[in-house]
Each structure stands twice: as structure tokens, then as C-alpha cells.
């Protein structure tokens, strides 16, 4: 096998691999809204978030002792950000769990399919 035919045969297979954790994603994503539409769930998370964006931005002014207001600010926008993002990671920890799952499991069919192809058993 030449490094080009090598080189395509494996960009495929990586191809493959992505398409089937894509293919994944999608399936526990659907799988655990139950037909529901994302939106209405991710806006209810967006609003448990608020709770750990105030935490942060508290946590974030109360570090800025002895420094200009501007950098007080920027800490406490800084924080609330960083606040946010993991009450949103928080909230959807079930549904991120659940479409990292079943990625994982169509790419380990992807990858099964690989080895028999490359290591086919002959039970004759």
C-alpha cells in the first residue's frame, strides 16, 4: 500500500469516525429530550444560571481590593462569565452525559467494523 492509498484509506476511516459520533450526539440528544424542542430547555438552564453568575460576580468584586474601579469591574464581569458558563454546564450535565454516551457508542461500532475489516475471522 502506497502512502497515498494509506493516507486516503485512513482520512476515510476518520471520516467515518466522525460522522458516527456526530450520527451519536444527535441520537442522545433526541433520546433525552423526548421530542421536546432544545430551546425551552437550554433557556431554563440559562435562568438556574443566573444564581452561580451572581456568585461569581460577588466572588469576583470581592478580589478587587485596592485596585482601580475599572479593573474591579472587569473582574467581576470576568467572573460572572466564568459563573455562568458552569451553571449552564451544571444544569445539562444529564443531557451532555447523554449525548457524549451515545457518540461513544456509534464510534466503538465504527471502530468494530474497522478491525473485522482488517482482521476478518474465518470460522469455516
Not at 81 to 92: D, E, R, T
Not at 99 to 114: F, L, P, Q
Amino acid at each position: 500500500m502506497t502512502l497515498r492509498e494509506w493516507s486516503k484509506y485512513e482520512l476515510e476511516y476518520g471520516r467515518k469516525l466522525m460522522d458516527s459520533g456526530l450520527d451519536g450526539a444527535r441520537t442522545g440528544g433526541h433520546e433525552f429530550l423526548e421530542g421536546k424542542p432544545l430551546t425551552p430547555v437550554l433557556c431554563d438552564s440559562a435562568r438556574s444560571a443566573l444564581g452561580f453568575a451572581a456568585a461569581g460576580a460577588c466572588i469576583g468584586l470581592l478580589q478587587g481590593r485596592k485596585k482601580t474601579k475599572w479593573k474591579v469591574l472587569a473582574l467581576g464581569v470576568g467572573a460572572g462569565a466564568i459563573g455562568f458558563g458552569v451553571g449552564m454546564a451544571w444544569n445539562n450535565r444529564r443531557l451532555a452525559a447523554s449525548v457524549a454516551s451515545a457518540a461513544w457508542k456509534k464510534v466503538g461500532r465504527a471502530r468494530d467494523e474497522h478491525w473485522l475489516e482488517l482482521h476478518p475471522i474465518d470460522y469455516a
